[in-house]
């Protein structure tokens, strides 16, 4: 696992802060309140964040927001990879912590899953499907 989703997956769940103790429960909290710090006159998302349950929908919002936020600022992506070393080293520790965790991003990885179909009849020219971009795009035709 990347530091972003190692991030994301102990952020999103209280059960897992809790089992890894107060060294990543404090580094989870002190990302949060730097996205919160940087990011909270124009992210929609962290609302949402805070009105979602602890679980896989909460994962695959926090991820997006940590994602975007660790692109743009430096400080939070060492944030962000500071907590993955606590985690790895809880994970290390903690049986219990460590099958949290990877049911967590097992939760995850399955709603995060596309689900794509195209349905037409006809003639298509010039057809683009896309999943995700992440930056820039240009589609000249």
Do not use: H
């Not at 897992?16 to 103790?21: Q, R």
């Not at 949402?48 to 430096?74: F, M, N, S």
């Not at 939760?107 to 683009?128: D, H, L, M, W």
Request: avoid cysteine.
């Amino acid at each position: 696992m990347d530091p972003i989703t190692i991030a994301v997956v102990t952020a999103a769940t209280g059960k897992a802060v809790e089992l890894a103790g107060d060294p990543v429960k404090n580094g989870a909290k002190q990302l949060y309140a730097l996205i919160r710090g940087r990011f909270k006159d124009d992210d929609e998302e962290l609302a949402k964040i805070e009105r979602t349950p602890d679980g896989p929908e909460k994962a695959a919002v926090l991820e997006g927001v940590i994602r975007r936020a660790a692109e743009q600022d430096p400080e939070i992506r060492r944030q962000a990879e500071a907590l993955e070393a606590l985690v790895r080293q809880a994970m290390e520790a903690n049986a219990q912590y460590r099958r949290e965790l990877e049911d967590l991003r097992e939760a995850v990885r399955e709603q995060a899953a596309p689900q794509y179909g195209n349905s037409f009849s006809g003639v298509a020219n010039k057809v683009v499907e896309v999943g995700q971009i992440s930056g820039d795009a240009t589609f000249n035709f």
